[in-house]
Structure formats: C-alpha cells, structure tokens
C-alpha cells in the first residue's frame, strides 16, 4: 500500500509569489491535516479536513488556504510568501487517532 | 505554539547503550504520540499512548505516560546507528479534534 504522498518534494520561490503543494492520503484515509515545520522547530498545525470540510485551523495568517477533493486528496495554498514561509511542509492522513505523515514538500523563499 | 518540551534538546549515545527522552505538556490530553524525524524528512509514527494508560512497549520501545505530572518518556533499548534521529512526542489535547501539537524535540545521536 502506499503511504501519504506528496509533491513537489522541493520548491523554490520568491518572495511575493504563491504556492500550491499537494498531497494524497493513505488508501480509505478521509481526513488530511497539514503542518509547518521550521528548521530546528517541530511541527506546527496549519489546517485539518474532513471529508471535505475544514475541521481545524491553526494559528496561521489568511495567506494560507487549503481544500479537499472529493478523492479525499488535498492542497494547501500560500500567498503572498514571505521569507518566513521558508519551512518543511507535512501532509498528514489519519485512521483512528494516529496520523501518518508524507516526505514533505521544501519549501524555500528567496 | 508548541505544548510539549522535550529534554534533553540533543543526546548523543554509543551503541548498544539505552536512550531515554522526556516530554512535558500543558493541557489535558487524549493521547501522546511518538514520532522520529531523519533528517528534516518526513515523520515516521513509532508509538501512541492514550490518557488512560501508563506504559506501552513496541519492540525496543517503551513508552510511560504520566498525566498527574504532565509528562511522557522514550526508552530506546540497545540502541543502534540507525535509530540516529529526531525525536518528537506530539499531543492530542481535548477539544482538538485530533490536532497534534508537537514539542521540539530530541536529537539523539547513537555512535557506532
């Protein structure tokens, strides 16, 4: 079976632009969450859904913005990037109450 | 913001000898997870202790959870190069909803 996937697995972009990452959860998995993780930091909660539906949202500026498909995957948006937004960025599918995190997607802003 | 505080922040270890790793938090909690990071690569989930438990074992793994004192440790049992890692403990708190947050971890070091 395959894991939580994702892509791109790297990304650089400039300041003032925006990103789409993507990410497909474990076969049967319905809810997605996504984290941040700067470096030397662990990770930090940016957004779950839920069948299509925001179930959580962490304390993150209106410049990040994600959605679910109808086949459960998900993409998480960032505009306007700033230098700060420089982080590993995690997908993670849940089954019960363990969450099963992808590679991540680099992201560095230049 | 993170809930948990992981101690030590590094440990660095020979083969063969036994790692432990400690967690605190804040609020109340569902459960607490363990996971390891290679690298600033994806996380891989080692273990998961639910409020009304107090130890688990997985292998050379061995979780305690102590909810009076807020607190979780990670035992590593003859360690090997490989276990090489990050190590962080993340929270289900009560009315997350199943939202992790994660300490900063531990990053432990196993020489051969």
């Known amino acids: 079976d395959a894991g939580v996937t994702q892509s791109p697995t790297h990304l650089i972009k400039t300041r003032g632009q925006h990103v789409t990452l993507r990410c497909s959860p474990i076969?049967?998995?319905?809810?997605v969450s996504w984290y941040q993780q700067v470096l030397g930091q662990g990770p930090q909660f940016i957004f779950q859904?839920?069948?299509?539906?925001?179930?959580g949202r962490g304390n993150f500026p209106d410049r990040f913005s994600a959605r679910q498909f109808p086949n459960y995957s998900s993409e998480l948006n960032v505009n306007a990037l700033l230098l700060g937004d420089s982080a590993l960025y995690l997908c993670a599918s849940t089954e019960g109450n363990e969450q099963f995190f992808g590679p991540g997607t680099r992201l560095t802003v230049l | 913001s993170q809930q948990g505080e992981e101690d030590p922040q590094a440990l660095s270890i020979q083969e063969g000898e036994n790692a432990t790793m400690n967690c605190s938090y804040k609020?109340?909690?569902?459960?607490l997870q363990w996971y390891r990071q290679n690298s600033g690569r994806g996380l891989v989930h080692l273990i998961l202790i639910r409020s009304n438990e107090r130890e688990k074992h997985s292998g050379r793994l061995r979780v305690t959870l102590d909810t009076s004192k807020k607190s979780s440790s990670l035992l590593i049992t003859a360690s090997r190069a490989a276990d090489t890692a990050s190590y962080f403990c993340a929270t289900d708190s009560i009315g997350s909803q199943g939202n992790l947050i994660f300490g900063k971890g531990t990053k432990l070091s196993v020489k051969p």
């Open positions: 076969s049967g998995h319905k809810s």
């Open positions: 859904y839920y069948e299509k539906e925001e179930r």
């Open positions: 609020t109340s909690i569902n459960n």
